[in-house]
């Protein structure tokens, strides 16, 4: 795994290939299988949190193929500046 910054925004390449997108300021991530994917989903992401709606549920993570365990377990290994 390797990570590049840029501009507040840090890109974490992973062993699977994916590449997640951390907004540093903000602790916000996303991921996708390139830059430009985990850019434009930690995007979403940004403006899913600063709506401030709803919790995310597990409903949620399913339909994204993910489970509460992983997102917990990736944000807790996110290196924090």
Known sequence: MRSQNHGGIQFIHEDDGRITAVDEEMGVTSFG????E???MLAEALVLYERDDDPVIDMDLEEFGLKLNDVVRKSAEIPRG
Do not use: C, D, S
């Open 33 to 36: 299988e390139t830059k430009t």
């Open 38 to 40: 985990a850019l434009r």
